[in-house]
């Protein structure tokens, strides 16, 4: 007959037994690769359910936060950024290169001058909060068609100028999310010019994914067949430091 | 794939010699699903914590972040409570969103089953008598008093079970997974009812979190009382379905 004590004592030590296991199991590179499997999951679930086109809620002015905070690089701070942000971004120029038919350098003031579109989203970071801000910038698919994008392109590689932990910062996103009428290349925010801590001169607006997918001072955007080869494969700097998901949609 | 024995509320089986009998309590679609929520549910609530670890503020709205006004903000839960056991936001999500999908197929095959065997309608969903206030007042006094059912009433689920066992199935659960799913981007491009249904995303993860209290307020109530109505019994009942009786209390 079991008794109480019995129970007790054994779900103590079965507890303990989980405890340790999980933490062996979060090492164990096989393991880690069933649990990744569930992202491939996620996003064929999330794409089957969601038009190709759904938009992301855009809200009211009334709807946006207060103080809309920054997360991550809060200033490249190298000197050749210093340089350009002392230059107003004049010397800046988005290079757009990779398997496009036609390379593209482009300054501040031409983006500016592309087609508007402005929107008020949410903004979700992985940590866990929202902010919620209006975004300025041009719709990265009419700049991808002005390069001419390769029918062997499958990813967008977004290359920064900020780095962490000494490597450069960067995202990759497909072209569903790329050519998404909301995928803009931000230089404005709230009506202002977009500041330091929030990516001047240019950020990614991607708004079905999480928050460290909207790569910050890029200076220039790479069409690729395949992520394996830049930095470490993974296709952002997250995915490749801290196992995050290269789908963030969730 | 349950044979024709006796379930909860039908005619009850002969009596065995011993005068103990022995009913068929629980159908195999429950018993899986209950030793596989033992295992999954604590990994959510583990890895739910060490996620909550990374933002332990919680807000109401559709946007909160640390410059706006938090109804709740706690301190970072300790390792022995999470998954990873040290600070580890990719590592938990990993771990969180790949079992939430056995989580919830595994619900909503469960469901299913319980719909089609009559579990749901039996044995789940409260009836009118179950509100009725002497009839809860008492089962409450009972339970207090740690006198549970015997014989003939031991066979079906009582009242405190039928109500809070259905709480946990047909609102607890759903609430969870649809909340957690609102706090997807691209579920709420998709389906902006979903965040719509909890006014917004912050305060799905704010209900994402009391619901996960709830559950934990769940699972440490029904060890309890799996402890004081007779582990042994209780425990083989879920293992093999067999329930023994326990013998009337004498007048």
Redesign the interface.
């Known amino acids: ?2 008794s ?1 004590r019995g ?2 004592v054994g ?1 103590t030590s079965a507890g303990a037994l ?2 340790g296991g ?2 062996r199991l ?1 090492q164990s590179e096989s393991y ?1 690769g ?6 491939g ?2 996003m064929r679930a ?1 794409r089957l ?3 190709r086109n ?4 855009e ?1 009211r002015e009334a ?1 946006m ?5 920054s997360n991550g690089t809060a200033d490249p701070g190298t000197p050749l950024y210093q340089q350009l942000l002392t230059g107003n971004f004049a010397d800046w120029r988005l290079r757009v290169d990779g398997l496009v038919a036609r390379p593209l350098s482009l300054s501040l003031q031409q983006l500016r001058s592309m087609p508007l579109r402005t929107q008020i989203t ?1 903004h ?9 801000g209006k975004w300025h910038g041009v719709p990265l698919g009419l700049v991808l068609d002005a390069a001419a994008l390769s029918t062997r392109a499958r990813y967008i590689v977004f290359h920064c100028m900020d780095q962490l932990a000494g490597r450069p910062y960067y995202e990759s996103i497909d072209l569903i999310d790329a050519f998404h009428p909301q995928t803009i290349l931000a230089w404005g925010m709230n009506d202002r010019v977009l500041q330091v801590p929030h990516g001047a001169p240019l950020r990614l607006r991607v ?4 928050g460290y997918k909207h790569a910050k001072y890029i200076e220039r955007i790479e069409a690729v067949e395949s992520l394996a080869g830049i930095h470490g494969g993974r296709g952002g700097f ?1 995915e490749d430091s ?4 290269w789908y963030a ?2 | 794939m349950d044979a024709p024995r006796t379930a909860p509320g039908s005619a009850g089986l002969p009596a065995s010699p011993d005068e103990r009998q022995e009913v068929l309590r629980h159908r195999l679609s429950t018993r899986l699903w209950h030793w596989l929520n033992a295992v999954v549910v604590i990994i959510m609530l583990m890895s739910g914590l060490m996620i909550f670890n990374a933002h332990p503020r919680l807000y109401w709205g559709h946007y909160g972040a640390n410059f706006d006004p938090a109804w709740l903000e706690l301190p970072r839960f300790p390792g022995w409570a999470t998954i990873p056991s040290t600070y580890d936001l990719a590592g938990a999500r990993r771990w969180h969103l790949a079992f939430a999908w056995l989580f919830g197929v595994s619900t909503i095959i469960y469901l299913l089953a319980a719909l089609l065997n009559g579990h749901l309608r039996r044995d789940l969903l409260p009836r009118p008598r179950d509100f009725a206030p002497g009839h809860l007042w008492q089962e409450i006094r009972d339970h207090a008093r740690l006198h549970f059912p015997t014989g003939e009433a031991a066979k079906r689920y009582n009242t405190l079970q039928r109500l809070s066992y259905g709480a946990v199935v047909l609102l607890l659960i759903p609430l969870l997974i649809l909340s957690g799913l609102a706090m997807s981007p691209a579920m709420d491009a998709a389906w902006p009812w979903l965040v719509d249904l909890f006014f917004g995303r912050q305060s799905a993860r704010s209900v994402h979190f009391i619901c996960a209290g709830l559950m934990l307020l769940f699972i440490l109530v029904h060890l309890a009382m799996v402890l004081l109505a007779g582990p042994v019994n209780e425990v083989r009942s879920m293992i093999t379905g067999r329930f023994r009786l326990p013998p009337e209390r004498a007048a």
């Open positions: 007959m079991i109480r129970l007790l779900g989980l405890l999980c933490d979060n880690r069933v649990l990744r499997s569930a992202e999951l996620t999330q359910i969601m038009d759904a938009l992301a809620r809200f709807d936060s207060p103080i809309f905070r949410r979700d970071c992985v940590e866990g909060w929202s902010a919620i708004e079905r994914q999480l997250w801290g196992d995050y998901e949609g969730i």
